[in-house]
Structure formats: structure tokens, C-alpha cells
């Protein structure tokens, strides 16, 4: 039965008639302050019991479910384990392998680059030597050309002072020929022209130009001779 506040105060004054207020009040507190029926009964208690064996029925199995699982995990993880240090195993083997070969390969290279770096000082010393020999050489030949070059020039200045030499010689002479060719020209013309001093103009006039074109010709022929 749920209390109310009018059934409340109704009791409340009944408990003062029979114990007085202080016995009401102490009263009032001792019992439930929304009912009884608040508080399990023996048939809630059953219900809970059942729905708790329920429970711890379902929780059981749901243990041996989980063991169970954690069982085959446990199988599992151990294999798991075991296969990785296979292979860890393995590949640690491998790895040493690699690392000897590597060292192997590194020494073999080495020595092979010292060879090389051997072979290309020897090649670089003779290279060096070849080109010094081929330097030396060089200037010999470019003394040799030079006193070769300095001779013909002595010999170009000589034969061109000796022909300068014979030209002006040859000029010399033929200026000489020339003008005693003029003037035996010159004498026979004062010669000829004393001759036609007394013939008719017309004569005189055909003869000088004969005379003057035989000269023309003359100068030409000798011009070209020299």
C-alpha cells in the first residue's frame, strides 16, 4: 500500500494519541518513506534468483567459449612464434651469407681498383715521358726549321740583291742602247729633213709622216725588246 500525505497525517496523529508526538515522530521515521511497496517481495527475489542463475549459466559458457578461444589462440601465437624464428633463423643466415659475399666482393673490387690505379700511374708516367720525348722533338724540329727558314731568307735576301743587281744592270745598258738609238734616230732625221728642205710641201709634208710613224714603231719595238 502506498502512504499518502492524508494517510500519513492520519497516522501520524494516531501514533501521537497512543505514544505521544515524540514516539509518532520516531515512528514515522522508521518506516519507508514512499511505501512497502517499494521493497522485493519473496516472489521478486525468485525472479532474480532465476534470471541470475540465467546469467551465471550464460557467463559460464561464454568462459569456457572464451578459454576455449584463448586456448587456440595460445596454439596459434606459439606457432606463430615458432615460424618466426624460422624464419627470423633463416634470414639471419642469409644475411650472414649476404654480408660475407659482400665482404668477398668489396676485397675482390679493391683490388681491383688498386690494380687499376697500378695500371693508370704507369700509363700517366709513360704518357708523361712519351710527351716530354715528344716535346723535345718538337723544339728540335722547330730549331731546325727555324735555321732552316733563317737560311732561305739569307738566300731570298742574297739572290734578290743579285737580281736586283743584274736588272738595274740590264736597265742601265738598255737605257744606254736606247738613247744612242734615239739620238742616231734623231741625226738621221735632221739628216733627211736638211734633204727635203727644198722640195715641195706636199712631199715634205708625206715624208715626215712616214718618218714619224717609222719612229713611233721604232720606239715601240724597242720599248717592248727591253
Known sequence: MYLTEETRSELYGTLSELVGSNGAEYLMTQGPPGGWEQYPNNTDLQALATKMAEGFNEAGTERQILRTDMTTGFTEAAADRKNIRTDMTAGFTEAEADRKNIRTEMAAGFAEAAT??????????????????????IRTDMNAGF??????????????????????????????????????????????????????????????????????????????SV
Open 116 to 137: 687499376d690505379r697500378k695500371n693508370i700511374r704507369t700509363d700517366m708516367n709513360a704518357g708523361f715521358a712519351e710527351a716530354a720525348t715528344d716535346r723535345k722533338n
Open 147 to 224: 735555321a732552316e727558314a733563317a737560311t732561305d731568307r739569307k738566300n731570298i735576301r742574297t739572290e734578290m740583291a743579285a737580281g736586283f743587281t743584274a736588272a738595274d744592270a740590264k736597265m742601265t745598258a738598255g737605257f744606254a742602247e736606247t738613247n744612242a738609238k734615239i739620238d742616231k734616230l734623231g741625226a738621221d732625221m735632221q739628216t733627211g729633213f736638211a734633204k727635203l728642205a727644198g722640195t715641195r710641201s706636199r712631199d715634205v709634208w708625206a715624208f715626215t709622216a712616214t718618218v714619224a710613224v717609222l719612229a713611233l714603231m721604232f720606239v715601240v719595238a724597242l720599248i717592248a
